[in-house]
């Protein structure tokens, strides 16, 4: 059975009601419960985009096991990223055993860590990476994204085959939540919560990050109308975020996760699906 989709009038009434929700979720308060606090522990801007990029590769689950499991990650590291990673070489795998989170294991960190070696001592930061992959590819289309997983699990021999499924590719069909999530920590300006530390490119880019919670508050009320979560879906729910907001389509995240996740509602006759 195909799913019914919004009008453009029907999208109008729902806006204000989305911006409400979404003004609730996306506060200072949300930060202590979600692991972009991460991004907000430390100062210095390296430190900051390692310690969120390697939050929101955790993030995965639960989100008070996410922000437990980054902890420990990052106690491992001295509480220390950047001089961490600065530092690292292959013998301090050490620092990681017995560390577990899902199916992450420390051969994944470590191969994650040589990477990220590797950026920090040919570039300035975590953010020229991107951009030398924004410089050949546009986002809309994954291409970025994918751009991404390609040279970043290519750059150390250290890193295990089974680690490429950590960083997701949408060009395999995946929505890459995660990395559309450690973007919009980074890239979102004047937010509460997002940081806005990284220029590359236009918030006006950034894709909508596609969990469950999202997805299902989507084809509910209208916005979704397809039925996989990949990255086709992902590029239609954005395209109609972008009707409600041209500049900042990925803002509404906080609103549609809200509704999915934190208990919050809109009136029966907003809903045109049940799914």
């Given at each position: 059975?195909?799913?019914r989709?919004?009008?453009?009038?029907?999208l109008?009434e729902?806006k204000p009601?989305l911006?409400?929700?979404?003004?609730?979720?996306?506060?200072?308060g949300?930060i202590?419960?979600d692991?972009?606090?991460?991004m907000h522990a430390?100062?210095?801007?390296?430190?900051?985009e390692?310690?969120g990029?390697?939050?929101?590769m955790?993030a995965?689950?639960r989100?008070?096991?996410?922000?437990?499991?980054?902890?420990?990650l990052?106690?491992?590291?001295g509480?220390q990223p950047?001089?961490y990673?600065?530092?690292?070489k292959p013998?301090?795998i050490s620092?990681?055993?017995?560390?577990r989170h899902?199916?992450?294991?420390k051969i994944?960190?470590h191969?994650?860590l040589s990477a990220?070696?590797?950026?920090y001592?040919?570039?300035?930061?975590?953010?020229s990476f991107?951009r030398?992959c924004?410089s050949r590819t546009?986002m809309?289309?994954g291409?970025?994204?994918?751009?991404?997983?390609h040279?970043f699990?290519?750059?150390s021999v250290?890193m295990?085959?089974?680690?490429?499924?950590h960083?997701?590719?949408?060009?395999k069909?995946?929505?890459a939540?995660?990395?559309?999530m450690?973007?919009?920590w980074?890239?979102?300006k004047?937010s509460?919560?997002?940081?806005?530390?990284?220029n590359?490119?236009n918030?006006?880019?950034?894709?909508?990050?596609?969990?469950?919670?999202?997805?299902?508050?989507?084809?509910q009320l209208?916005?979704l109308?397809?039925?996989s979560?990949?990255w086709?879906a992902?590029?239609q729910?954005?395209?109609?975020l972008?009707?409600?907001?041209p500049?900042?389509?990925?803002?509404y995240?906080y609103?549609?996760?809200?509704?999915?996740?934190?208990?919050?509602?809109?009136?029966d006759?907003f809903?045109l699906n049940?799914?």
């Open positions: 059975m195909s799913l989709k919004r009008s453009k009038k029907k109008m729902l009601l911006d409400r929700i979404n003004d609730q979720v996306e506060s200072p949300y202590q419960h692991p972009v606090q991460f430390f100062d210095n801007k390296q430190d900051r390692i310690a990029f390697l939050a929101a955790m995965w689950g989100r008070d096991i996410v922000i437990s499991k980054t902890e420990e990052l106690q491992r590291m509480n950047h001089r990673v600065l530092d690292y013998s301090r620092d990681f055993n017995d560390f899902r199916t992450f294991k994944d960190i191969g994650l990220l070696h590797i950026i001592h040919s570039m300035d930061d975590f953010e991107w030398n924004y546009p809309q289309d291409s970025l994204l994918s751009c991404f997983h040279r699990m290519g750059l250290e295990a085959p089974r680690t490429r499924k960083i997701s590719d949408p060009l069909k995946s929505t939540k995660r990395l559309c450690y973007l919009r980074t890239v979102r004047n509460p919560v997002d940081t806005g530390i990284w590359f490119i918030p006006s880019d950034l894709m909508i990050p596609l969990d469950v919670h999202v997805a299902r508050q989507s084809r209208g916005l109308t397809r039925k979560n990949d086709k992902v590029v729910l954005t395209s109609i972008r009707k409600l907001n500049g900042d389509p990925a803002r995240d609103a549609l996760f809200g509704l999915g996740a934190l208990g919050y509602n809109l009136p006759h809903k049940a799914v």
